[in-house]
């Protein structure tokens, strides 16, 4: 791609950027912004037509600037991407569009679209490129300094900290979306569940598939706060510029939770950030995940 980049404006390359939402450049919510009123289905569909349009432009787009194509990120000119894979819901379009609202670094929303004839991948969404790189990058990790690390613990910090202390608009004990939907995850049974009305519920669907266990009736037995949460907190979905976050990435999964399930995606990274108390917890999901991993599969 050397010779694009002196020979084709920036604005068309692949790795051009808008102006990004910094953290701490608007004040963080400390409650929840008004849950968004969404297209109507017809405009949906419409913007479908035109995302898959875009998903076809894309492979000769790559294909032109000498990038593999993925067709679940496709790569855009004008510093867009497409997202369209199988965990895109209209929950993760409110989802972000709730996040940015309450100042959080996240993708700016361009357009989304609905697809009726892809019930495994229903959802498309069209966003700005979020500049940096993600923070599993062995490069960018070995790159570093020891200020940098603190700086991005400290930030996501302060993201997990702010939404954990949103109030529930949908009643203190009910696990589900931002919609009152559904929450979807891969550590949950055949990946959705809900609403549900209280953690036992939830409880009695999570843990079916270890019915009979020993540690069963201790994993039944916890209880803990409702909180708002991004559900697949991984290195891969934060994104890092100069030593800050410049990114989070992939809300699909978000919702409202039990406090303790933010923790295992990325245990070392949690535990530094003050998850040292969900420790029992931690020893379960770990006996948990080996016995539900059949149920993994879209």
């Known amino acids: 791609m050397s010779w694009l980049e002196y ?21 963080l919510a400390s409650s929840i912004p008004p849950t968004p009123c969404l297209f109507p289905r017809s ?22 600037c000498g990038i593999p194509f993925d067709n679940q990120i496709a790569a855009l000119p004008f510093g867009l991407v497409l997202k369209w894979s199988d965990g895109t819901r209209l929950e993760e379009v409110a989802t972000i569009m709730i996040t940015r609202s309450a100042g959080f ?25 979020v500049p940096g790189k993600d923070l599993g990058d062995p490069e960018l990790h070995e790159g570093m300094t020891d200020d940098e690390r603190e700086s991005i613990f400290a930030e996501l910090q302060c993201i997990l900290q702010a939404m954990r202390k949103w109030s529930h608009p949908w009643g203190k004990d009910q696990i589900c979306s931002v919609l009152g939907t559904a929450v979807r ?13 209280s953690e036992s519920e939830f409880n009695d669907h999570l843990f079916s598939p270890i019915s009979g266990h020993s540690f069963e009736t201790r994993l039944r037995k916890m209880r803990h706060p409702i909180v708002f949460t991004h559900g697949d907190l991984k290195h891969h979905n934060i994104i890092v510029l100069d030593g800050h976050i410049s990114g989070f990435l992939d809300w699909e999964c978000a919702g409202w939770y039990p406090d303790y399930w933010e923790s295992f995606w990325w245990n070392e990274l949690v535990w530094r950030l003050g998850s040292g108390k969900y420790a029992a917890e931690l020893e379960s999901e770990k006996a948990l995940v080996p016995l539900t991993v059949d149920s993994w599969a879209w």
């Open 105 to 129: 670094p996240v993708p700016k929303i361009v357009s989304y679209g609905e697809h009726p004839d892809a019930p495994h991948a229903p959802v498309s969404i069209l966003m700005a490129r």
């Open 43 to 64: 405009v949906r569909q419409a913007f479908g037509f035109f995302h898959s349009c875009l998903r076809s432009f894309s492979s000769y787009y790559c294909h032109w």
């Open 185 to 197: 995850s891969v550590r949950i049974p055949s990946h959705a569940v809900g609403p549900c009305e």
């Open 7 to 27: 020979l084709v404006p920036k604005i068309l390359l692949p790795t051009f950027t808008w102006p990004h939402q910094v953290l701490g450049s608007v004040y």
